[in-house]
């Protein structure tokens, strides 16, 4: 007889972008498999609020560096391997961008517009806090 788990694991991502030519581009990186698209993200360190650790990740699998946002944009949710994670996101404004970071060999990443991004990725509410995104970036600048 099987075992279901209603636990929902807990997550923290980033949404990295930069102005480019006055244009909002958003980061994308590739799941370790290479085969989609996806935002930096992972489990939360102990010790770190949701933000710092979603920094971490940042750096870890897409080699930027900022200063994130504190304030939630939002959350999504997906199912891997028979568990449900909740990530949620903030908006992190690159100001570096790494020629070598700890996952350089096992992910590629990409800058697009928001809305080639939001095409990309495969979670629906991702792709809606992606186009969302692009709204509070531009109450920022």
């Known amino acids: 007889m099987s075992q279901t788990t209603n636990k929902v694991f807990k997550q923290s991502g980033v949404i990295p972008y930069r102005i480019k030519d006055g244009k909002i581009e958003v980061l994308l990186i590739t799941n370790r498999s290479r085969q989609d698209w996806v ?25 930027v560096i900022g200063q994130v946002n504190t304030h939630k944009l939002g959350y999504y949710k997906y199912r891997k391997r028979g568990n449900t994670y909740r990530v949620n996101l903030f908006l992190l404004p690159v100001e570096i961008v790494l020629e070598d970071w700890p996952e350089a060999s096992k992910r590629e990443r990409q800058w697009l517009d928001v809305n080639t991004a939001a095409s990309l990725v495969k979670e629906a ?9 692009q709204d509070k970036v531009q109450v920022n600048i």
């Open 39 to 63: 935002i930096p993200k992972g489990g939360i360190c102990k010790g770190m609020s949701p933000s710092d650790s979603a920094a971490k990740e940042a750096w870890e699998e897409a080699g």
């Open 125 to 133: 509410s991702l792709k809606r806090i992606l186009k969302i995104s």
